[in-house]
Nanobody, 125 residues
Framework: QVQLVESGGGLVQAGGSLRLSCAAS????????MGWFRQVSEKEREFVAA????????YYTDSVKGRFTISRDNVKNTVYLQMNSLKPEDTAVYYC??????????????????WGQGTQVTVSS
């Protein structure tokens, strides 16, 4: 069982930056593919970014390419999402997710095994 705890959300003006962190429990973090998703109200959860277990491969949804960067520290058991040039349409609850024993990037929410509780990001115009 893996527990994921997100932090770093908050209120920021358009054009600003935030860095989200997701700390994972357990001793097998380096075998997990990780991802970030976001959800607005009752809309379907949307893929944002993903990283494979080693950190050597990443993937982003088109709307965040060039603005967001996903990274991970397998010593600290933490995955990050650096968000720059934020826009009001980035406002959402952001969730991190983990897929066990995966060496590839995973972009579909249904392929993830564990989820964090979410952290709110609000971008004001």
């Amino acid at each position: 069982q893996v527990q994921l705890v997100e932090s770093g959300g908050g209120l920021v003006q358009a054009g600003g930056s935030l860095r989200l962190s997701c700390a994972a429990s357990g001793r097998t973090f380096s075998s997990y593919a990780m991802g970030w998703f976001r959800q607005v109200s009752e809309k379907e959860r949307e893929f944002v970014a993903a990283i494979n277990n080693s950190g050597g491969s990443t993937y982003y949804t088109d709307s965040v390419k060039g603005r967001f960067t996903i990274s991970r520290d397998n010593v600290k058991n933490t995955v990050y999402l650096q968000m720059n040039s934020l826009k009001p349409e980035d406002t959402a609850v952001y969730y991190c997710a983990a897929r066990s024993k995966s060496i590839v990037v995973v972009t579909t929410q249904y392929d993830y095994d564990y989820w964090g509780q979410g952290t709110q990001v609000t971008v004001s115009s």
